[in-house]
């Protein structure tokens, strides 16, 4: 057979104790899967097996020794699965959250890093984690993009973006407390997150997408009755960048915007804090939304929504969102792949 010509996208099964080992089984057991891309499930082989129980499915896939082995492999319409031991029945108690949970989810996802930093991996996907059990397992920062971050090496503006259908949206600043977000507001920053966003949209396969920009205060500020940010810092922002070529507009109130998104006029939002996006976009289509990683070297993406804990191992989870997260990480790792193919071909 022919050796594969396709990205490597790895997927890893999530918190053991949630739903991500179904979603998974789910997810490949869909018909064309498999074409768009050269997929290793990384993880613990008893949690996939558990995965595949649940959701009533078999997947059938080829063994991988290491990551570096998996672009050369033949072709045969299968997944590979990287065995990574790192948790054992005995400790995860489904739906509830752990400190052995979070250290395993730790250890896979850094294994695809390693993976990625090393060339052999051009996506990652994973499936839901848990973050007060990644804490309790050894996290040490806010979130797991500030892990990716750290791991990857990435000195640059990094922030993630969250995505429905054609919508994506990115924020300023994200999981802080909302009497901080005010601080956080910057026309560097903001500049930042609309370039790095519309960069992203076009990696992902939208060639020329608009960007609208939210104002902070209610009404956009009221001309300044209601705060100044919007006349300091955000409408300078979104004039630096339209004077430098990108197409966006604002600032817009955020209690308008999401409208004018839906009917089309802009592809990408860019929020000044996480629940002014998080509550349209999750409102919007909360089973179906994803979450993009942006600013790593490597794409990243996972469902927006979480472990379920409370459906945890009854079979009952949706694949929608876990579908469009592999699918956007496919697009991306292939535009990522394809361009370290033409930089190697001119050197």
């Not at 959250?97 to 090393?118: E, F, I, P």
């Not at 790095?196 to 902070?216: D, N």
């Not at 002014?276 to 070297?297: D, E, R, Y």
Request: aromatic share 6%; net charge negative; glycine share 10%.
């Amino acid at each position: 057979m022919m050796k594969t010509a396709k990205p490597v996208v790895a997927i890893t099964l999530g918190d053991p104790a949630g739903i991500g080992p179904e979603l998974i089984a789910k997810l490949l057991s869909q018909p064309g899967i498999t074409d768009q891309a050269n997929i290793v499930v990384v993880g613990d082989e008893w949690v996939w097996r558990e995965g595949q129980r649940v959701a009533g499915v078999e997947v059938p896939t080829e063994v991988a020794e290491s990551l570096a082995g998996v672009r050369s492999r033949s072709d045969t319409g299968r997944p590979a699965f990287l065995r990574v031991a790192t948790i054992s029945p005995d400790q995860v108690e489904i739906g509830q959250a752990s400190a052995d949970c979070g250290a395993s989810v730790l250890r896979v996802l850094n294994a695809c890093m390693d993976g990625a930093k090393a060339g052999e991996v051009d996506a990652i996907c994973f499936a839901p984690l848990n973050k007060h059990a990644m804490k309790l397992g050894g996290l040490a920062h806010e979130d797991e993009l500030h892990h990716f971050a750290e791991y990857l090496g990435v000195d640059g503006y990094f922030c993630e973006f969250n995505t429905l259908g054609d919508l994506w949206t990115s924020r300023v600043s994200s999981h802080i407390p909302l009497k901080d977000a005010a601080q956080m507001l910057s026309q560097e920053r903001i500049v930042a997150a609309a370039r790095l966003i519309y960069q992203s949209l076009q990696a992902s396969g939208h060639p020329e997408p608009k960007v609208a920009v939210a104002a902070f205060n209610p009404h956009g500020g009221d001309g300044g009755v209601c705060g100044r940010e919007e006349i300091d810092i955000i409408a300078p922002a979104v004039q630096q960048l339209r004077g430098s070529g990108f197409p966006v507009d604002g600032p817009f109130p955020a209690d308008t915007i999401f409208l004018k998104a839906r009917d089309g006029l802009y592809q990408a939002i860019v929020t000044m804090y996480h629940d002014q996006g998080q509550i349209a976009i999750k409102l919007m289509g909360f089973s179906k939304g994803v979450t993009v990683q942006g600013g790593l070297p490597v794409p990243i993406t996972t469902p927006a929504h979480g472990t379920a804990f409370d459906i945890a191992g009854k079979g009952a989870a949706d694949v929608n969102a876990i579908c469009n997260a592999f699918q956007i990480a496919t697009r991306m790792g292939l535009s990522q792949w394809q361009a370290r193919q033409r930089s190697t071909a001119t050197h």
